[in-house]
């Protein structure tokens, strides 16, 4: 069945930098299109970035562009966010997802980014 484990999560000041990672299994990674979202205790999970199956397009939200980098490897089947400038309002739970797994209903366990001021 699908799973996503990212990790990669931490604890940084304001302005430093985290790389997420995602390993993904249980379905056809390399002909999946791949998302970030992350999500603050109380608010609906916020969609960061897509990145398409090859990587040759993504889409990031307005809050992350320039700052924040989507990658993937599809030899791997791991998908990577690249966190650069980051801000306390960057602190959330960050979970990668698939439209197959929205679809089943299926999160991972999500990883903890802490920004501090």
């Known amino acids: 069945q699908v799973q996503l484990v990212e990790s990669g999560g931490g604890l940084v000041h304001a302005g430093g930098s985290l790389r997420l990672s995602c390993a993904a299994s249980g379905f056809l990674f390399s002909r999946s299109t791949m998302s970030w979202y992350r999500q603050v205790p109380g608010k609906e999970r916020e969609l960061v970035v897509t990145i398409t199956s090859a990587g040759a397009s993504t889409n990031y939200a307005d809050s992350v562009k320039g700052r924040f980098t989507i990658s993937r490897d599809n030899a791997k089947n791991t998908v990577y966010l690249q966190m650069n400038s980051l801000k306390p309002e960057d602190t959330a739970v960050y979970y990668c997802?698939?439209?197959?797994?929205?679809?089943?209903?299926?999160w991972g366990q999500g990883t903890q980014v802490t920004v501090s001021s």
């Open positions: 997802s698939t439209p197959f797994a929205r679809s089943v209903g299926y």
